[in-house]
C-alpha cells in the first residue's frame, strides 16, 4: 500500500512562511505527478501545485509567485513552500500523487491515485 505523509503545518501569523514536506516511497516520487491541494471547512478540496515528470511546475492563481512546489529524489520528499501567508491559506493540506497529469487537467481530484491524511495549515493573528 502507497503511503504519503506530510508534515510542516503549523499556525502562522500573515506575511509568515511555512515549508510543507510529503515522504514519498521513490518509485512514486519519479514515476508520479505530484500535486498539493487544500480544503478549507466547508469547502471543497482544491488544488494547489503540481509538478509532473519533467518537472513543469504549476499553480492556481491564488498561490502563483507565493508558492513553490519541488521534489528532492535523495530524500524521496516532496516540498510546498509557502510564502507571504495570507488569512485565506488557511486550510488542511493534502500530498497526492497520479500517474498522469497536465496543463488541462491537473486540478481534478480524481486524476490522482493516492492521497496522504493531511497537514494542517492556520494564518492568523
Known amino acids: 500500500q502507497v503511503r504519503l505523509a506530510e508534515s510542516g503545518g503549523g499556525s502562522v501569523q500573515p506575511g509568515r512562511s511555512l515549508r510543507l514536506s510529503c515522504a514519498v516511497p521513490?518509485?512514486?516520487?519519479?514515476?508520479?505527478?505530484m500535486a498539493w491541494f487544500r480544503q478549507a471547512p466547508g469547502k471543497a478540496r482544491e488544488a494547489v501545485a503540481a509538478?509532473?515528470?519533467?518537472?513543469?511546475?504549476l499553480y492556481s492563481d491564488s498561490v502563483k509567485d507565493r508558492f513553490t512546489i519541488s521534489k528532492d529524489f535523495p530524500e524521496s520528499v516532496h516540498y510546498l513552500q509557502m510564502n507571504n501567508l495570507k488569512f485565506e491559506d488557511t486550510a488542511m493540506y493534502y500530498c497526492?500523487?497520479?500517474?498522469?497529469?497536465?496543463?488541462?487537467?491537473?486540478?481534478?481530484?480524481?486524476?490522482?491515485?493516492?492521497w496522504g491524511q493531511g497537514t494542517q495549515v492556520t494564518v492568523s493573528s
Open positions: 521513490d518509485y512514486i516520487l519519479s514515476g508520479y505527478c
Open positions: 497526492a500523487a497520479g500517474q498522469y497529469c497536465s496543463r488541462d487537467y491537473w486540478e481534478l481530484v480524481r486524476i490522482y491515485d493516492y
Open positions: 509538478i509532473d515528470l519533467r518537472g513543469s511546475q
